[in-house]
T-cell receptor, first 116, second 112 residues
Framework: DTGVSQDPRHKITKRGQNVTFRCDPI?????LYWYRQTLGQGPEFLTY????????KSRLLSDRFSAERPKGSFSTLEIQRTEQGDSAMYLC??????????????FGEGSWLTVV | DQQVKQNSPSLSVQEGRISILNCDYT??????FLWYKKYPAEGPTFLIS???IKDKNEDGRFTVFLNKSAKHLSLHIVPSQPGDSAVYFC???????????WGAGTKLIIKP
């Protein structure tokens, strides 16, 4: 039984570099979400996919951020020209349909990004 | 504009006693509420949820109560155990919505 997996778990990068995170959702889940979390805050929604279609993007997702889910399975989140303010935990989650009773959103363990 | 509020940043409870974590919301369209638990450097782990058609849901040591008129929900953990020490997040979603709206979390510390 595999849950949501994310890679890498930790990334330290210099300001201005590009980084990419990968997420493998629970296999039968058609919805995939990206969230960002900083200390003392709850997760902030970034974007979500239904199968391969990116259906919503938060205003938090600047043009330096891009997410893809090309075959409706795994997803990547790329941050270009990283800034120190991008330092956070990036969480991937998946669900079978809209979050409601019986369709819980399950999270991966997160990818920590530190921009120095 | 915080639609989901957890007003207690932290809570300390003696092992074996009851822990009560509170959450308030403002959006009357929310119809599904969840509690997640989070350890440092890990993603949130789903604990328990409740639909707006119910006022109580119980799962083992965890019970969630929903008071729709007060727009308030609470998570009761009894008896509290050392492994329950973590940050607890309350989250909510509205019909036809695609995402969860999260509170800022409450850090629960269980004292031996």
């Amino acid at each position: 039984d595999t849950g949501v997996s994310q890679d890498p778990r930790h990334k330290i990068t210099k300001r201005g570099q590009n980084v990419t995170f990968r997420c493998d959702p629970i296999s039968e889940h058609n919805r995939l979400y990206w969230y960002r979390q900083t200390l003392g805050q709850g997760p902030e929604f970034l974007t979500y996919f239904q199968n391969e279609a990116q259906l919503e993007k938060s205003r938090l997702l600047s043009d330096r951020f891009s997410a893809e889910r090309p075959k409706g399975s795994f997803s990547t989140l790329e941050i270009q020209r990283t800034e120190q303010g991008d330092s956070a935990m990036y969480l991937c989650a998946s669900s079978l349909g809209r979050p409601t009773l019986g369709n819980t959103i399950y999270f991966g363990e997160g990818s920590w990004l530190t921009v120095v | 504009d915080q639609q989901v509020k957890q007003n207690s940043p932290s809570l300390s409870v003696q092992e074996g006693r009851i822990s009560i974590l509170n959450c308030d919301y403002t959006n009357s369209m929310f119809d599904y509420f969840l509690w997640y638990k989070k350890y440092p450097a890990e993603g949130p782990t789903f604990l328990i949820s409740i639909s707006s058609i119910k006022d109580k849901n119980e799962d083992g040591r965890f019970t969630v109560f929903l008071n729709k008129s007060a727009k308030h929900l609470s998570l009761h953990i009894v008896p509290s155990q050392p492994g329950d020490s973590a940050v607890y997040f309350c989250a909510a979603s509205a019909n036809s919505n695609y995402q969860l709206i999260w509170g800022a979390g409450t850090k629960l510390i269980i004292k031996p």
